[in-house]
């Protein structure tokens, strides 16, 4: 660790792991209410848990994110960080407000929570992704200027590389976009219009940034590659993305009351979305390819490697097949979503906070990289979750196809709830393949916690 | 040992891909949408101002040329001349975009807007996007200009020329597909 | 000439094509404000509706059903809602306040909100407001949603 400063990554990356446990349980409680209806009901009812879900899964990557700032930004800018007192203050303001947000959502009936935040001041609450409490979303607002501010002076009283501004850019985007979760209009066609201004110009959007100044910055250090090659491609890739994804906005435009046009422009410009996926992956191979050294910590390479990929896969491919219009059509707000959903958010988001993770935990612990034991567990939870997830989304995928065929693309719908019953067996597998993503996160967890092997050499005689 | 390299910066030819792929998808889908409309495109393109596409077809094709007098003059060093010669171009270009908002000043005035038909929001769609990439080529060659102008280029060294030169005649490339496609054929 | 992969052209595109695309986003933001009045019903939006919107997120609805599309896929569809209960307000307002507080044993449950009256009823304006929103292609594809 060069600069003392980079320490504050650590709670920011434990945190994360936390509530990305947190997460996934919750995660396995709504995959039981699929196929047993009624479970933790009326405690813990389907819409409360996949508030938990989400919002920890939201909350968790920023950590996540903010962690990779706090250990990247120093040494690119070649100095340390403007307040790391700030960045602790900001930690536990942040851990707080989201553990009582959540615990506000267990506890209490929604509507009650709406009245003790006094929700009608300024009405935000209600919304996918975005149930927070007002005040809750002031706090996010402030907790994240405090955080742009220091890292901002950071970078720019500093050494500037393409690394830190592409990650700045994104994070300065992340947000200003959030502020439109702000703006909650009754008319339901402009409520949603807006609202995509804040998720997709999030996920498909600025994020993608942050997650390719990450990406960028790792496979500098792991393969000791040319900063100005890797620096390239980064801008060639971010350029694909914004290209691609701004009016790419349009394919969530296609039948909520917008003008038809949409349907034409949106279908395009979202049917290149995954270019920039594309280019990630064969940008993150290649550069493993031309790598000069052998990098002890092969777990992080494994994980870079597989972001691009189950990335290009989830995000790239599932989103493109059921992108187009005409096919859109039948399956809008069905398990196909679900299944892109799950499997892009894993893929992008997920698997880029792991990978930085992967990279820094260990040197802030004070090794270049973990024992070689706890490394061999990191890459079996690699793959446990990788292809655990793969078959989440077959799964859903399945789901959808036939949830289609049934209530959508047929002379003889059938009624929704007529048809979830017959696509259960999926509901059933899908849970088994969560349970295994679980021992997977599991087995994640306890590789922090392993030492011990025999580091093997290039040209040692020795062998494992 | 120098292969054949393609002209300008290996970066601009991803993009020129990108732009080439986006504006061929379009055309394919106004091809797709006119299969289906075919009685509906043939009465509103009688609607088009077809003079005006003709003459911007020309400006288009003459600015083109400017741009290679002005790639053959760098190439000779007459970084001067390749200046005035881009300078030509842009003006040219000018004169397609003044051409380009009365067409469109017109349709407007007439209460056409996206959503009026398909056909429609083809025309205004395909067009207004390929006018956008026409002022993006004026912004880039302008700063191509000025920079021959000031001496940063050499018969060795003139990527830049290239690569503005390059995206100009994709622009005018993707006008010589459009006006035959949207304006003409039936 | 020769084949440089210069890191400044690429910026420069970066630069240029987000502020390109961008701008054409914001065109057509500008085009659709102009368009959606003539789709969305806004005719429709009287206080009760407005009311119904308030309850609609209150409780969290779409934690469970998909508006339009868009929500959670644990319930159905409510874009069309009225539609499908007959073009009847009491119908949904019936069903509202008919759910069991326990919820009905193995099957996936709907909690009992304990609405008022004038939240019931305004609930039931506003999903009769969002079923006349003129969707395209009349979405969704038919009346199980």
């Known amino acids: ?464 | 040992m120098k292969k054949q390299d393609l002209p300008g910066d290996f970066a601009i030819w991803i993009f020129i891909f990108a732009e080439l792929l986006v504006f061929g998808i379009f055309f394919l889908a106004y091809a797709f949408a006119r299969a289906a409309n075919v009685e509906l495109f043939n009465e509103y393109q009688q609607h088009l101002d077809r003079e005006s596409g003709a003459i911007n077809t020309v400006v288009l094709i003459t600015s083109s040329f400017f741009v290679v007098l002005a790639v053959n003059a760098i190439r000779h060093n007459a970084a001067q001349l390749c200046a005035r010669w881009i300078g030509l171009a842009v003006l040219l270009g000018g004169v397609f975009v003044y051409l380009k908002l009365l067409e469109f000043g017109s349709k407007y005035a007439d209460g056409i807007t996206l959503s009026t038909n398909t056909f429609y929001m083809f025309y205004l769609s395909l067009t207004f996007f390929h006018f956008m990439h026409v002022l993006m080529g004026m912004v880039i060659l302008t700063v191509v200009a000025v920079k021959a102008w000031q001496g940063a280029y050499s018969a060795e060294t003139h990527t830049g020329v290239e690569t503005g030169a390059s995206y100009w005649h994709m622009v005018d490339l993707v006008w010589i597909v459009l006006f035959p496609l949207v304006y003409v054929m039936h | 000439m020769s084949e440089i992969f210069t890191k400044s052209m690429a910026r420069n595109i970066y630069y240029g094509g987000s502020v390109f695309f961008f701008l054409l986003f914001l065109a057509l933001t500008f085009d659709t404000s102009g368009e959606v009045p003539k789709r969305d019903n806004h005719e429709a939006i009287d206080e009760q509706v407005a009311l119904g919107k308030q309850v609609w997120e209150e409780n969290n609805c779409i934690g469970c059903h998909t508006l339009l599309g868009e929500g959670a896929y644990f319930a159905p569809e409510l874009g069309n809602v009225y539609k499908r209960f007959g073009n009847s307000t009491d119908a949904i307002i019936g069903f509202i306040k008919g759910r069991p507080v326990e919820g009905i044993p193995g099957r996936r449950s709907m909690p009992q909100f304990n609405l008022s009256d004038e939240e019931l009823a305004a609930v039931a304006a506003f999903l009769k407001y969002v079923s006349e929103i003129k969707t395209a292609r009349d979405w969704p594809p038919n009346i199980q949603g």
């Open chain 1, 1 to 464: 660790m060069k600069y003392q400063s980079q320490a504050v990554a650590k709670p920011y990356f434990i945190a994360a792991i936390g509530l990305f446990v947190g997460q996934i349980l919750f995660g396995l409680i709504l995959g039981m209410q699929y196929v047993w209806g009624d479970f933790m009901f009326p405690e813990i009812p389907f819409n409360v848990a996949r508030m938990v879900h989400t919002n920890l899964l939201i909350v968790w990557l920023l950590f996540g994110f903010m962690g990779a700032a706090y250990y990247l930004v120093p040494e690119e800018a070649e100095r340390e960080l403007q307040s790391p007192f700030l960045a602790w203050a900001l930690f536990w303001i942040f851990l707080i407000a989201g553990a009582l947000t959540v615990l506000g959502y267990l506890l209490v009936p929604y509507a009650q929570l709406a009245d003790i935040t006094m929700n009608d001041l300024l009405p935000t609450m209600g919304r996918e992704f975005l149930e927070q409490p007002t005040i809750t979303k002031v706090g996010i607002v402030i907790v994240a200027l405090g955080f742009l501010y220091n890292i901002g002076v950071t970078i720019l009283a500093g050494r500037k590389t393409v690394v830190s501004l592409v990650l700045l850019t994104g994070l300065v985007g992340l947000a200003v976009f959030f502020l439109f979760a702000f703006y909650n209009p009754t008319n339901v066609v402009d409520d949603k219009y807006y609202w995509w201004w804040v998720v997709h110009l999030w996920v498909e959007g600025v994020w993608e940034l942050i997650m390719g100044a990450i990406l960028a910055y790792v496979l500098i250090k792991v393969t000791g590659v040319d900063r100005e090659v890797i620096e390239k491609w980064l801008y060639v890739i971010i350029a694909m993305t914004l290209i691609t994804g701004i009016i790419g906005t349009g394919h969530h435009y296609y039948w909520i009351g917008t003008p038809d046009y949409w349907q034409w422009w949106g279908s395009i410009f979202s049917a290149m979305e995954p270019i920039p996926f594309f280019m990630m992956t064969v940008f993150a191979f290649n550069m493993v390819n031309r790598r000069r050294r052998e990098h002890p910590n092969k777990a992080t390479v494994l994980w870079a490697l597989g972001t691009a990929v189950m990335a290009f896969l989830g995000a790239g491919v599932w989103g493109f097949l059921h992108t187009l219009a005409p096919i859109n059509y039948y399956t809008h707000g069905s398990q196909v979503t679900a299944a892109h959903g799950h499997m892009a958010f894993y893929g992008a988001y997920v698997m880029i906070v792991l990978t930085i993770i992967s990279y820094a935990m260990p040197i802030l612990r004070g090794q270049e990289a973990s024992d070689p034991r706890s490394q061999v567990l990191e890459m079996w939870s690699f793959w446990l979750m990788t292809v655990s997830m793969v078959f989440i989304t077959l799964f859903l995928t399945g789901a959808g196809v036939l949830q289609v065929w049934l209530q959508r693309y047929t002379e003889d719908p059938q009624p929704f709830m007529v048809v979830q019953e017959k696509i259960e067996m999926f509901y059933w597998l899908r849970e088994l393949a969560g349970a295994v993503f679980l021992i997977g996160l599991i087995v994640y967890v306890i590789s922090f916690f392993v030492k011990g092997g025999e580091r093997v050499t290039i040209g040692s005689s020795d062998t494992a």
